[in-house]
């Protein structure tokens, strides 16, 4: 069994301060912030080594020029909610703004009274500030308020902008019997080009055609081209042994279906494909009509989303034990299997998954993780679970 020592905690934290890009004060600068750390003893660098952005910038704030003694109070308050705002807690879908603002209030709570009723309660004030509260010129009770809370969280993930939301708010005070509507409204379109990724060549109206028209043309500019033929050399490896064999056997009955269509720059992509998704690709494939535009869309779906697979990003690692039911938390490198939205994918309809292929070869282009992040959540929320990605930036 590995034993974790002090040391080991201190590199995670300051190894989690460059991957969150935090800004670190004067007093924090050289090697200020690893002797402020020494002063803190194993178990305290354990909990802080657990914390996301959010709580560890809070930390850093709170116990600058101080000593354990001076924060524990604050520490073991903190240490509790990151557990109820971790994967595994049940307000693990706070925003960010949220989370700032329960750490604002945890000067004035008590250890003792936190829980999850009470840090939710904390948290739905933050939403009404964002969205008007009944000091705003409304005449309306606070359950309404109360209510509108609850769909304000609820039409931020179906895609509405804050303005869209307040404007709804709006319609809803004046007529309370509205409320309901809000609660029925469809999902909105929620795929677009990541704005780090919408200057310079092929901008976002080449993957956004207008409402009625959609576009099933794959961006295949020369400069994307480029990119992809450049991720192909990277991940390149000689497969050898059973698992090239069944890689030759399915990629061969793949090639006897859809012949001409697919290049020679997929071929070589699909031959670093896992058997398993290769033969759930075979299946897609001999799926869909011969020579047809689908066929073209779901060859270029597996081999961008491969590529993007094999992309390693600095992801926050949460271990929990189920005994206790406190984790660790750390980073780690890997890439996001981007397989898993295969079955999500497959009952698109052309214009969308159109729209998905070239977001990912325009990523390809120029990848960044938060472009491979807002894909991947935008393709999580496709599936209606509450699922969340945890990355460093």
Not at 277 to 285: D, E, F
Not at 320 to 333: K, Y
């Amino acid at each position: 069994m590995i034993t974790i020592q002090k040391s080991d905690y201190l590199y995670i934290i300051l190894d989690n301060v460059l991957a969150f890009s935090i800004r670190l004060p004067s007093e924090y600068q050289e090697n200020g912030l690893n002797e402020h750390l020494d002063k803190f003893d194993e178990n305290a660098l354990k909990v802080v080594a657990g914390f996301n952005k959010n709580f560890l910038m809070h930390f850093l704030d709170q116990s600058r020029g101080k000593i354990q003694k001076d924060v524990e109070e604050e520490l073991k308050k903190m240490e509790v909610i990151s557990y109820m705002i971790g994967p595994t807690g049940n307000l693990n879908y706070f925003i960010e703004e949220q989370l700032d603002h329960v750490l604002d209030k945890l000067p004035a709570l008590k250890l003792e009274e936190i829980d999850e009723a009470k840090i939710s309660l904390i948290a739905d004030e933050n939403l009404r500030q964002q969205f008007g509260g009944t000091g705003g010129g409304y005449s309306v009770s606070e359950a309404l308020e109360n209510q509108l809370t609850s769909a304000a969280f609820y039409l931020m993930n179906r895609g509405y902008s804050r303005q869209e939301i307040q404007e709804k708010f709006n319609k809803v005070r004046g007529d309370p019997t509205k409320l309901g509507e809000l609660f029925n409204l469809p999902q909105k379109e929620i795929y677009n080009m990541p704005a780090e990724l919408e200057q310079g060549q092929g901008s976002a109206s080449t993957m956004q055609p207008p409402s009625g028209n959609e576009s099933t043309s794959v961006d295949q500019t020369p400069s994307v081209q480029e990119a992809i033929e450049h991720h192909v050399q990277s991940i390149h490896e000689d497969i050898t042994g059973e698992r090239a064999q069944k890689v030759k056997e399915i990629l061969s009955q793949i090639k006897d279906h859809v012949r001409e269509m697919m290049s020679d720059l997929q071929e070589k992509i699909f031959l670093q494909m896992h058997p398993v998704r290769l033969r759930r690709a075979l299946k897609m494939l001999k799926s869909t009509r011969r020579k047809s535009k689908r066929m073209e869309l779901l060859l270029e779906w597996f081999a961008s989303s491969l590529l993007l697979s094999k992309i390693e990003l600095k992801v926050e690692h949460w271990q929990v034990s189920s005994s206790a039911g406190h984790g660790d938390a750390g980073v780690f490198t890997a890439g996001i299997d981007f397989s898993r939205y295969d079955n999500v994918i497959k009952d698109f309809p052309d214009g969308k998954l159109t729209k998905i292929i070239n977001i990912a070869r325009k990523i390809l282009q120029q990848p960044t993780k938060k472009a491979i992040q807002k894909l991947a959540t935008q393709l999580i929320a496709e599936t209606g679970f509450d699922e969340h990605l945890y990355f460093t930036d």
